[in-house]
């Protein structure tokens, strides 16, 4: 029996009144019933706490897409731990490639939030990828180590379950193209292999591994089989409730 963990990335879209479409449309897909892979939207702030209020007597967990690494004070824009934790988010992305990209977020504020996030309760989602030059130079193992090395050294073994690492190479971010289900195990086994040599070997299978880019009904099942993937980081895809709901289904079908 493998826990999957099925996330939707909506980033900037979906305001509240779009959110509650599809978050309900959503609930209905699965027709609430219960499943056993972890199922996660995260919307924009604004759209919390309506897709929160949606999914309180669902199995659908909400989380958010950045915090800071503050609980408060004047830091125009900007949200807090303790704020997302008051609308039930349990789950927040940190160091998605846009922020990294658009809002030069560097690799120690990424760690800085990861165990701020952890700290307060939450489960950190951090997105570690290379660039499509990187892949192709042969340096995406060390790009994606070097990623990975600051997060971890930021927190410790005890934080193993709190702890979600996404596996999101940048050329496949909403470009439609996907690592292939080899590619995609490669660098899990080698992320895996990472925190193992860290943490040890069970702390290291307690760290559940996602991939992201592109994931799509289309191709979820073969990448979901791979052993070292234990769920996806949706973007574009879980925007529509009936191919999020179709993956999770998916999901569903290979644990079993
Ligand atoms: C993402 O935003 O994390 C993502 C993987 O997007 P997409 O599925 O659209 O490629």
């Known amino acids: 029996m493998r826990n999957f963990l099925i996330a939707g990335n909506w980033k900037m879209n979906a305001g509240p009144s779009e959110a ?50 503050e609980d408060n004070g004047a830091f125009t824009g900007e949200i807090s731990t303790s704020m997302v934790k008051d609308l039930d988010v349990t789950h927040v992305i940190v160091g998605h490639s846009e922020r990294r990209e658009y809002f030069h977020e560097t690799d120690k504020l990424v760690a800085k939030k990861t165990k701020k996030i952890i700290d307060d309760g939450l489960t950190a989602i951090v997105c570690v990828g290379e660039k499509l030059d990187k892949r192709k130079s042969g340096d995406h193992e060390k790009v994606v180590l070097n990623q990975l090395d600051h997060a971890l050294n930021a927190i410790t073994r005890d934080n193993a379950a709190n702890l979600v690492v996404a596996y999101e190479p940048v050329w496949a971010i909403g470009t439609g193209e996907t690592a292939t289900p080899e590619q995609a195990q490669e660098m899990h086994r080698f992320i895996r292999f990472q925190i193992s040599e860290r943490w040890g070997k069970d702390r290291a299978e307690e760290v559940k591994i996602l991939y992201g880019g592109s994931m799509k009904p289309k191709n979820a099942e073969e990448l979901l089989s791979q052993p070292d993937v234990d769920g996806g980081l949706i973007g574009g895809a879980s925007l529509k409730a009936d191919s999020f709901s179709e993956i999770i289904s998916i999901a569903e079908k290979i644990s079993k």
């Not at 972890?38 to 702030?45: F, Q, V, Y």
């Open 20 to 69: 509650r479409e599809i978050a309900s449309n959503l609930v209905d897909a699965l027709n609430n019933g219960s499943f056993s892979a972890e199922a996660l939207i995260c919307p924009p702030a604004i759209s919390i706490q309506t897709v929160s209020e949606i999914f309180a007597d669902s199995p659908f967990k909400v989380g958010a897409q950045n915090v800071h690494t």
